[in-house]
């Protein structure tokens, strides 16, 4: 079995990389176990413990769905959190809504449900998670940064790949292989 999932790697630009640092640097004191850089990514699917059979299913299908999707643009936008800003869970950087990223979102999940995956039930919220909190001492400083941030476009992406990974966990953090890349064209 393989951990696995469907997502839209993020290049790591130097806006991008800016307002992560800055905010990493306003909740340097507070316990919060921060996403690398380079792992930045909006998840499609997430598929789960996945059987070695059923990786090749998901490759051929990957790449029928994939087929005749153009790139398209997507604005990465504000700053938020999962839960509520008294509790929250995840950090995350915004992507502004997009009618090309809600179809390969809204393909990709029919497609795996074909295959006996389960489809997310939720609204499909794009983001990018950029840390997990452990517990803040003062919520204040992440108010003061979500309204910093609120309106804030941080990046506008051309986006032209889909990826199918595999999540290998480790105690440093998870590791992203790459199983296969799907060019759009």
């Known amino acids: ?18 307002v992560y640092q800055n905010i990493r640097l306003e909740l340097k004191d507070e316990r919060v176990k921060w996403v690398e850089e380079q792992n930045l990514h909006i998840t499609l699917a ?3 413990d996945t059987d070695e059979k059923d990786i090749d299913n998901v490759c051929n299908m990957l790449s029928e769905y994939t087929e005749g999707l153009n790139p398209f643009l997507i604005k990465i936008t504000g700053l938020g959190v999962f839960r ?23 393909k990709i999940n029919v497609a795996i449900s074909l295959f006996g995956f389960t489809i997310q039930s939720k609204d499909f919220r794009p983001h990018l998670t950029i840390g997990r ?7 204040s400083k992440l108010k003061n940064l979500i309204e910093k941030y609120k309106e804030t476009q941080i990046e506008q992406l051309k986006i032209s790949e889909v990826y199918f990974y ?18 759009l064209n």
Do not use: C, H
């Open 166 to 183: 595999e999540s290998i966990l480790t105690s440093e953090g998870p590791v992203y292989k790459v199983i296969k890349k799907y060019n």
């Open 1 to 18: 079995m393989k951990r696995t999932f469907i997502a839209i790697k993020i290049s790591n630009t130097k806006s991008i990389s800016e």
């Open 133 to 139: 909190t452990k517990f803040l001492k003062n919520r």
């Open 84 to 106: 509520n800003v008294n509790n929250p869970k995840a950090l995350w950087l915004g992507i502004k809504k997009s009618e090309d990223l809600n179809q390969i979102y809204n």
């Open 46 to 48: 997430f598929l789960g």
